[in-house]
């Protein structure tokens, strides 16, 4: 066994440009299908976190007295589907937003008067936390007098949800592709790696070498390039992770969302993937060198 990974390794060594452009090119494609499993993750946690925490903002008319405060907020409790109604006064509204954008407090410096307006905050049942429904109660809240505006994010959510599913498809067929390319890439090479050794495969046939003693060095050679490969990827992916996390920190406040890099779960598995797809592709030259 240790003879076959020395046989391995110094295979690599004296093929070093064609074992290096395979190793680039499988961690291309795993940064790529890395890249787009990363913004499913996010995407997901995201569309799942406002599912969970799913309210209607309803924007009042200026300054409503207030008894018509009471009034309304008793109406808005006893419609089927509310769970929790809460007001919120456009000063303290003025004051969450100054601190969710406190690294663009200037924009605020000429401000003369608030302009936001007064709000209720509308959570919703868990029965009644889909779009259909939601879009009823918003028409029943838009009827009332005293509420100027009624915002919800369905209405983005659903636009939202309809390009996460055609971006899904769009990584799914990608993933696919570059698959089958780190396959081709990788079965070529070791193609090449056998031809360039034809003359002593064909000497070790002779003096009675099995395909077993022939392979196991080509294998290894494979496993190699998959995972070397697949390491590469990540770790490129890590480091521009932590770039656009750094520099959506400095532009957003963390309090709205956080992106989180893959699981450790997912990152062997990716690696495991890449490992896999170095081990098929030499499988395949080898089945055809061989015949």
Known sequence: ???NYKRAIQDILDNRFLNAVTIITIAISILIVSAF??????????????????????YLKPEPPEIKLQELKGEIQRIEGIQDVRFISKNEAFQELKKQMRRQSSLFENLKEN??????????????????????????????????EVEYGQRWLGQF??????FRLTGFAMGGLFFMATLLIV??????VLYSRQDEVEIMRLVGATDSFIKAPFYIQGLIQGAFGGIIGLVALFFSFLLISFSMERGISPSLFTIRFLSPGAFCGIILGSTFAGWIGCYLSLKQFLK
């Open 161 to 166: 949800t309809n390009f996460f599913n055609l």
């Open 187 to 192: 079965a070529n090479t070791i193609r090449l």
């Open 37 to 58: 499993a990363l913004f499913f993750v996010n995407a997901n946690e995201i569309i799942n976190s406002w599912k969970k925490g799913i309210k209607i903002m309803a």
């Open 1 to 3: 066994m240790i003879l």
């Open 115 to 148: 302009p936001l307006p007064d709000a209720f905050e509308i959570r919703l049942k868990g029965s009644f936390q889909n779009q259909e429904k939601v879009e009823i109660l918003a028409t029943q809240l838009e009827s009332f007098a005293q509420v100027d």
